[in-house]
């Protein structure tokens, strides 16, 4: 069964940077559009930024453009989310997640597309 384990998170000043990974069990990442979600305390899930199979498109929500950064390392299956410049309003639970069919060219941070997600990981942004 495939899972993905996300990792990485913790607390960090304002201003600060976190590089989060995403994992694949059972799973070949590569193949697959990988989104980063996140919810905090209070509130709905919300996309953050997402990475297709092919031609590796990127995008991400308007909050984090400038800040974050999402990439592949095909050497070792991983997603990785670096996150730049963090803010108290980026404390959440970040979770990715897995495309339900091989990835395309184009990807969405919207939860739809994903089927596999992980436990998830705390980001907590605090003086």
């Known amino acids: 069964q495939a899972q993905v384990v996300e990792s990485g998170g913790g607390l960090v000043q304002p201003g600060g940077s976190l590089k989060l990974s995403c994992t694949g069990f059972g799973v070949t990442l590569d193949y697959y559009d990988i989104g980063w979600f996140r919810q905090a305390p209070g509130k709905e899930r919300e996309g953050v930024s997402c990475?297709?199979?092919?031609?590796?498109?990127?995008f991400y929500t308007d909050s984090v453009k400038g800040r974050f950064n999402i990439a592949r390392d095909y050497t070792k299956g991983t997603v990785y989310l670096q996150m730049n410049n963090l803010r108290p309003e980026d404390t959440a639970v970040y979770y990715c997640?897995?495309?339900?069919?091989?990835?395309?060219?184009?990807?969405?941070?919207?939860?739809?597309?994903?089927?596999?997600w992980g436990q998830g990981t705390q980001v907590t942004v605090s003086s």
């Open positions: 990475i297709s199979a092919a031609e590796h498109n990127t």
């Open positions: 997640a897995v495309s339900k069919h091989v990835g395309g060219r184009y990807c969405a941070i919207v939860e739809s597309p994903y089927d596999t």
